[in-house]
C-alpha cells in the first residue's frame, strides 16, 4: 500500500461510505459474488489477525446487504438463481469458529440473511483450536526460539517463528505436512495455549463444538459445508492425503447434523486438479476456491471463488468493493 493509498484515498472513500455517495453506485450494480469470512467478536478484531470483524461491524454489513443487495444461499448462486434487479451475495465463513455460533447465527436470523459455514472436523479429533491458530497463539505467548525437526525456528519482529537455515516460517514448513507432523507440534505448543481459552481470548480462536454444529444446522438460514478434516492445504499435501481428508470430514459433517453436506471450501483456497476430482468423486457438488490468481488457469464445472471481506473499511466502502471485484 503507497503512502497516498493509506493517507488519502482510503480514508476519503471511507469518508464517501459514511456520506452514502456509494448507495446510487452499488444500487445500480447487477452480478453476483460469494464473499469469505472468518470469525467475529465483540471488540478488537485486530488483536491477533486480519480475520475478524466486530460483531457491530458485521450487523452493520448485514443492514447494507439487506437494502442494497439480493442474499441468496449457496444452492441459489450455483442455480444462478440471481435477481436482475440488484446485486446478488452469497455469504460464507470458513474455519468453523465458535463466534460462528454465538453471534453470527442470532444476527443472520434476526435479519433473515442465509450463509454457508465451511467447518473442519478437528473437534472429532479432540482439539479446541486449528493447528495453525497454536502456531499464531505461540507468536504471542510462546519463547523466542522453537526446535523443530533439527532445526531452529526464531521469533521475528512480527511475533512469526523463521528457521535460521532456510529462512522459510514454520506455518509454511507444516503447510506442507500430513497432520501427524502437525499433532506433534501441537502437542509441543500445548503448554504455550492455555491462555487462549480465557474469557477474553477464547473468542478469537475456538472451533464449534459437535453440538453447536448441530444447533447451527437446525437454522432455515445456515448451511453446512467441510474446510477439510484437519484445515490442511489440500492442494499441498499428497493427493492420497486430501482425499481421506474430503471424504472422512463429509462423514462426519453428516453424521452430526443427519443431512447431505455437499459443498467444500478448500482452506487456504488451494487446491489442484486432482483435488478437484476427487471432490467431486467423494461427491461434493460446490467447490469453492478463493480467488487465488496462480489458479485461474484451473478450471472445473464445481469451481466458484470467493472475495474475501477487509476489516480495514467502512461498510459502504465494503459494499462497493463487493460489486467491483477488488479492492483497488
Known amino acids: 500500500m503507497t503512502a497516498i493509498d493509506k493517507y488519502i484515498t482510503r480514508p476519503l472513500r471511507n469518508l464517501g461510505g459514511s456520506l452514502g455517495l456509494y448507495y446510487r453506485r452499488i444500487a445500480a450494480a447487477r452480478g453476483a459474488r460469494i464473499v469469505v469470512y472468518h470469525g467475529v467478536c465483540r471488540k478488537d478484531p485486530l488483536r491477533y ?14 443492514i447494507l446487504y439487506k437494502r442494497l443487495f439480493h442474499t ?10 440471481f435477481a436482475d434487479d440488484r446485486f446478488n451475495i452469497c455469504l460464507s465463513f470458513d474455519d468453523g469458529f465458535a463466534n460462528n455460533n454465538a453471534y453470527v447465527l442470532p444476527l443472520l436470523e434476526k435479519y433473515q440473511v442465509p450463509a454457508v459455514f465451511f ?9 479446541p483450536f486449528l493447528w495453525n491458530d497454536y502456531l499464531t497463539i505461540t507468536s504471542v505467548s510462546g519463547p523466542a526460539a522453537l526446535q523443530w525437526e533439527q532445526d531452529t525456528f526464531v521469533k521475528r519482529h512480527d511475533n512469526t517463528y523463521v528457521s535460521l537455515s532456510t529462512k522459510k516460517t514454520l506455518a509454511d514448513v507444516l503447510r506442507d505436512s500430513e497432520f501427524d ?3 506433534k507440534m501441537m502437542a509441543m505448543l500445548a503448554p504455550f495455549s492455555s491462555f487462549a481459552l480465557d474469557n477474553e481470548n477464547r473468542d478469537y480462536w475456538l472451533q464449534l463444538t459437535e453440538e453447536e454444529i448441530r444447533h447451527m444446522s437446525a437454522s432455515p438460514w445456515v ?3 467441510s474446510h477439510g478434516q484437519f484445515h490442511n492445504d489440500l492442494g499441498r499435501i499428497p493427493i492420497a492425503g486430501a ?15 443427519q443431512h447431505p453436506v455437499t459443498s467444500v471450501a478448500y482452506p487456504y483456497g488451494s487446491y489442484t486438479a486432482a483435488t478437484l476430482e476427487q471432490s467431486m468423486l467423494s ?9 487465488s490468481p496462480e489458479l485461474d488457469n484451473l478450471s472445473h464445472p464445481l469451481l466458484r ?3 474475501g471481506i477487509n476489516p480495514f473499511i467502512s461498510p459502504a466502502h465494503q459494499a462497493l468493493a463487493i460489486i467491483k471485484g477488488n479492492y483497488d
Do not use: C, P, W
Request: charged share 25%.
Open 49 to 62: 489477525n486480519t480475520l475478524f470483524v466486530t460483531e457491530r461491524t458485521f450487523e452493520q454489513h448485514l
Open 72 to 81: 441468496i444461499t449457496l444452492d441459489e448462486f450455483y442455480q444462478e438463481k
Open 119 to 127: 467447518v473442519t472436523a478437528i473437534r472429532g479429533e479432540g482439539y
Open 181 to 183: 507432523d502437525k499433532s
Open 223 to 225: 448451511t453446512i459445508g
Open 243 to 257: 482425499t481421506a481428508e474430503l471424504r472422512s470430514s463429509k462423514v462426519f459433517l453428516e453424521n452430526i447434523i
Open 283 to 291: 461427491g461434493y457438488k460446490q467447490l469453492l476456491g478463493a480467488g
Open 305 to 307: 471463488q470467493r472475495m
